[in-house]
């Protein structure tokens, strides 16, 4: 069965010798297309350098990752340009939407339902219409992987249910391929699988998977 990404036995270590840390130490995961999964954990449990090494800004020390039927990573990159693997191959949210605030909204999905947004500049923009506008250009080139990193933290309990909403149908839709990283209660009942990380280590668990 093909994956829309596969992790297997990922680890990082940083640091030599004596001073030497396992950030990850066993990570095991995989998220079909068109599927939404949730990444749970407390502080220092790996969860940032997890996501740093799938988004391939940080090396794995050890471990193989699969996007699709590539193979990416198998003890090393065996992908020659890792600035083309992030353009094209992974979309990337985060907390804050980090708009250019001197840039138009060029091009934005009507499913997200702002078009009608499409001249605004972002400091014109509501918290949850920036949000839509970040998950578009996470779409933009419809990878197969979207990295989510806390995308409903600054939102109240409507605008994050419409935000994970639209992950959803999003994923669907794409086929793409979501992990969402978060400590939001609101939003962790609608993941049909979640992902626990602690000391680097992955245990999954089946969700709740409620409809919202």
Known sequence: MTHGILIEGLKKRFGQGDNAFY?????????DPG???GLIGPSG???STLLKCLGAVIDPTEGRMTLGS???FDQHWLVK??????????GFMFQTPYLIPFLNVLEILTALDVQHRIHAMP???????????????GLINKPPVILADE????LDSVRAMTVIRLLHEMAEKFQTAIIVVTHDDKIIPTFQRLYHIREGITYEEKGEGRSF
């Open 70 to 72: 590539e193979v990416i």
């Open 35 to 37: 599927e939404v999964v």
């Open 45 to 47: 449990s790996g969860k």
């Open 123 to 137: 400091g014109q923009l509501s918290g949850g219409e920036q949000q839509r506008v970040a998950i578009a250009r």
């Open 23 to 31: 950030a990850l130490k066993d990570v095991n995961m995989w998220v």
């Open 151 to 154: 995308p409903t933290a600054p």
């Open 81 to 90: 340009d890792l600035s083309a693997l992030r353009r094209d191959k992974i």
